[in-house]
């Protein structure tokens, strides 16, 4: 494995610390990165490397799939880590950036392959790639790539804006949109499901199934993201992405030696198959509403407007249910009810 450098922005945000750090020690340990890597997290805090690593390990303890409980490895792998104050739109801070990173590859002696992973909010992707084109930093020798989380832009147009604007500074095969939802074990083994076990394979048809349930069992609550939250709303930030992936993975139908290219067309196809929502048609086909005050976990958990630090939220919806329509291209007709619940 090439040795890398994997620039973080938004380090000190909540998918970083819940997805993005547990899931590189799992990485890790395992073997699956090389042996020299640096890991450069970028945030408007001010914060040292100590306290950075000491903040990384705190969520490896308590978000990692596996325990962290060999010391030996934990310290390893957070000596790879620095960190850097980075303000998105102050152009000098990606020239001090540029040095840092140019300092760590000497240090390690490796080429300058760089990956930049956007772990902020989709209003910054423009901004932060043309200040990584402007700087020279994604003008090194070695490789580059960029990841981004949804949403990718707010409704059709915005997203094909941002794919022209992301493609004057990366390349296609250099940009990565991610949903972390298909790195869940369930979805990855809905394609198991359906290559090897025929008994499924037979009956995933409208003879057999009158509706499909697709159900988001959440135990987390707004806490620090009501202000995300807020702005984008429910809809966006788990349905048009996360569970229309899950109803992806769940009706296209896998070619065995699927190549990303097949796997996309096929999701394309689902799409173009479903039945839209029309705004008549929102009262008999969405239920919205908040959670009330209760328990998850064994703890209290308050009601929504009191767990905010906001006046009041508009588009907060955390309890939501869609039901859409959804013709097969073989002809088969499914209802398919969406519902996202706190358990």
């Not at 000491?54 to 303890?61: D, F, G, R, Y």
């Not at 067309?265 to 705004?279: A, C, G, P, T």
């Amino acid at each position: 494995m090439e040795a890398f450098t994997f620039v973080l922005f938004g380090a000190t945000g909540d998918l970083a610390k819940r997805k993005i750090y547990p899931a590189l020690y799992n990485l890790f340990i395992d073997h699956k990165l090389p042996q020299s890597f640096s890991v450069i997290g970028l945030g408007r805090r001010e914060l040292t490397n100590e306290a950075f690593q000491a903040n990384i390990e705190h969520s490896l303890h308590e978000f990692s799939r596996r325990e962290a409980n060999d010391p030996n490895s934990i310290q390893n792998f957070l000596r790879a880590f620095s960190y850097c104050v980075l303000d998105v739109g102050h152009k000098e801070d990606y020239y001090k950036l540029l040095k840092l990173i140019e300092t760590k590859e000497e240090e390690l002696q490796s080429e300058p392959n760089r990956m930049f992973y956007l772990s902020v909010g989709p209003e910054f992707f423009e901004t932060i790639t043309a200040n990584i084109h402007e700087s020279g930093l994604g003008s090194a020798n070695g490789w580059k790539r960029l990841v981004i989380e949804k949403p990718f832009g707010h409704d059709l147009q915005s997203a094909r804006d941002l794919n022209t604007n992301l493609k004057q500074v990366f390349t296609e095969d250099e940009i990565f949109r991610i949903d972390h939802y298909l790195g869940k074990p369930m979805v990855q083994k809905l394609v198991d499901l359906q290559l090897n076990n025929p008994v499924l394979k037979a009956v995933l048809d409208n003879r057999h199934i009158a509706n499909v349930q697709i159900t988001a069992n959440e135990i987390v609550g707004v806490e620090e993201r009501a202000g995300y939250y807020d702005h984008v709303g429910a809809v966006r930030d788990m349905f048009q992405n996360h569970m229309l992936q899950v109803l992806m993975m769940l009706t296209i139908n896998f070619p065995n030696n699927s190549t990303t290219e097949n796997v996309r067309f096929k999701k394309k196809l689902v799409m173009e198959s479903l039945e839209l929502l029309h705004k008549e048609d929102v009262r008999t086909n969405v239920v919205r509403g908040q959670y009330e005050a209760g328990m998850i976990q064994g703890k209290p958990v308050l009601v929504i407007l009191l767990n905010l630090t906001l006046p009041l939220l508009h588009k907060m919806i955390p309890l939501l249910q869609l039901s859409y329509k959804l013709t097969i291209i073989f002809g088969a007709v499914f209802l398919f009810t969406f519902v996202q619940v706190k358990e």
